[in-house]
T-cell receptor, first 116, second 113 residues
Framework: NAGVMQNPRHLVRRRGQEARLRCSPM?????VYWYRQLPEEGLKFMVY????????ESGMPKERFSAEFPKEGPSILRIQQVVRGDSAAYFC??????????????FGPGTRLTVL | AQSVTQLGSHVSVSEGALVLLRCNYS??????LFWYVQYPNQGLQLLLK??????LVKGINGFEAEFKKSETSFHLTKPSAHMSDAAEYFC???????????FGKGTKLTVNP
C-alpha cells in the first residue's frame, strides 16, 4: 500500500505566478489535510477536505489560496499570484473514514515551494 | 482553542544518554496528544499517541511519553540515545476524531558520538 504521495517535491515559481500542489492520499483514505511549515516553525493547519467537500478551512489565507479534493483524482492546493512569503514546505496528510475515537493522519513527503 | 509549547528548540545529548523532550499543551476539551519525528527533507512519522487510554504511552524506536493532566504535559523520553535519533520532533494536540492537529514549533535533537 503506497503512502501519501505529493508532487512535485520541489517547485520554484516567480512572484505573481501560480503554484499547484498535488496530493494523492493513501488507498482507502477519504480525508485530506493540508499543513504549511515555514522556516523554523512547526506545521500550521490550512484546510481539511473530504471528497468534494471542504470541511474546515479555518487556516487558509483569505485570498489567493484555494483547495479542492474532487471525486476522482488528487487533492490540489492552489496558490495564485505567489509572493515570497509563500515560500514554505507544504505537507498533505490523509486519514481513513472510520467512526470512533481517532483517525491517524499519515503524512506525505511534502512539496517545497520557493518563490523567487 | 488548543496550543502546544515545546521547551527548547534545540537539544543536544551524547550517544547512550537519556533523551528528554518537553511538551506542554493547552486544550479546552480532553486532548489527544502526539509526538511526530521529521528527518531532513522528509514528511512526519508518528512516534506515539495518547488517546485517553493508558497515561504512559510506548511508541516506536524505544520512545515513550507520559500524559500528566495536572501538569498539562506530555514529555517524550528515551533511555538511551542513538545516532539515528537525530531529527526534529514535534508535539501535537487535537480534539480527537477527524480534527486538525495543532503543532508545537519543534525541537531539533542532536546526538553526539
Amino acid at each position: 500500500n503506497a503512502g501519501v504521495m505529493q508532487n512535485p517535491r520541489h517547485l520554484v515559481r516567480r512572484r505573481g505566478q501560480e503554484a499547484r500542489l498535488r496530493c494523492s492520499p493513501m488507498k482507502g483514505h477519504s480525508h485530506v489535510y493540508w499543513y504549511r511549515q515555514l522556516p523554523e516553525e512547526g506545521l500550521k493547519f490550512m484546510v481539511y477536505l473530504q471528497k468534494e467537500n471542504i470541511i474546515d478551512e479555518s487556516g487558509m489565507p483569505k485570498e489567493r489560496f484555494s483547495a479542492e479534493f474532487p471525486k476522482e483524482g488528487p487533492s490540489i492546493l492552489r496558490i495564485q499570484q505567489v509572493v515570497r512569503g509563500d515560500s514554505a514546505a507544504y505537507f498533505c496528510a490523509s486519514s481513513p473514514l472510520e467512526t470512533g475515537s481517532w483517525n491517524e493522519q499519515f503524512f506525505g513527503p511534502g512539496t517545497r515551494l520557493t518563490v523567487l | 482553542a488548543q496550543s502546544v509549547t515545546q521547551l527548547g528548540s534545540h537539544v543536544s545529548v551524547s550517544e547512550g544518554a537519556l533523551v528528554l523532550l518537553r511538551c506542554n499543551y493547552s486544550s479546552s476539551v480532553p486532548p489527544y496528544l502526539f509526538w511526530y519525528v521529521q528527518y531532513p527533507n522528509q514528511g512526519l512519522q508518528l512516534l506515539l499517541k495518547y488517546t485517553s487510554a493508558a497515561t504512559l504511552v510506548k511508541g516506536i524506536n524505544g520512545f515513550e511519553a507520559e500524559f500528566k493532566k495536572s501538569e498539562t504535559s506530555f514529555h517524550l523520553t528515551k533511555p538511551s540515545a542513538h545516532m539515528s535519533d537525530a531529527a526534529e520532533y514535534f508535539c501535537a494536540v487535537s480534539g480527537g476524531g477527524s480534527e486538525k492537529l495543532v503543532f508545537g514549533k519543534g525541537t531539533k535533537l542532536t546526538v553526539n558520538p
